[in-house]
């Protein structure tokens, strides 16, 4: 599968005051869950390969929007822009094409795939504490780095 980062895509910085990780990446989360539904968008991400063919044949393409259809437990989906806006409505799943699939412009069905799948191997992954820096008056931790290991449950 092709590498794609729609979601994280930089530092985050989480404090009393602001919680971009939170603005950025959890408002995106809610807005996909409210508009396809969580048991849609599992179905989705878990048929990724079978929806996303890499340089399909023709048989392949109509492989692909057939598995979307049976994927998709939603009748219509309006899909969600990178800022949580509304995008594109479908008002009838049936009528969505190959091209309505392989568009990858923001607030599209494969754009909004792909980053919510993005969002559950995030989830799943492991990560290891590379540095803690604290303040030297309160001991508190006033920041946190970490690294991906490559891992995932």
């Given at each position: 599968?092709?590498q794609?980062?729609y979601l994280?895509?930089?530092?985050y910085?989480?404090?009393?005051n602001t919680n971009?990780f939170?603005?950025?990446?959890i408002?995106?989360?809610?807005?996909?869950?409210?508009?396809y539904?969580t048991?849609?968008?599992t179905?989705l991400?878990?048929n990724?390969t079978?929806?996303f063919?890499?340089n399909?044949?023709?048989?392949?393409r109509?492989?692909?929007?057939a598995?979307?259809?049976?994927?998709?437990k939603?009748?219509?989906i309006?899909?969600?822009?990178?800022d949580?806006s509304?995008g594109?409505?479908?008002n009838?799943?049936?009528?969505i094409t190959?091209n309505?699939?392989?568009?990858?412009?923001?607030?599209?069905?494969?754009?909004?795939i792909?980053?919510?799948?993005?969002?559950v191997?995030f989830?799943?992954?492991?990560?290891?504490?590379t540095n803690?820096?604290?303040?030297q008056q309160t001991?508190?931790?006033?920041?946190m780095d970490?690294r991906?290991?490559g891992e995932?449950?």
């Open positions: 599968m092709e794609i980062d994280l895509n930089g530092n910085t989480i404090s009393g971009e939170e603005n950025d990446i408002g995106m989360i809610t807005a996909l869950e409210d508009n539904g048991n849609t968008l179905n991400t878990t990724l079978k929806i063919p890499t399909p044949s023709e048989s392949q109509n492989d692909a929007v598995a979307f259809k049976s994927a998709c939603r009748n219509s309006t899909t969600v822009k990178n949580g509304s594109t409505q479908y009838n799943i049936e009528n190959w309505d699939l392989k568009d990858d412009r923001n607030g599209s069905i494969k754009r909004n792909y980053t919510y799948y993005e969002y191997q989830k799943r992954a492991h990560f290891e504490c803690v820096v604290y303040n001991g508190r931790i006033t920041r970490f991906f290991t995932f449950n």
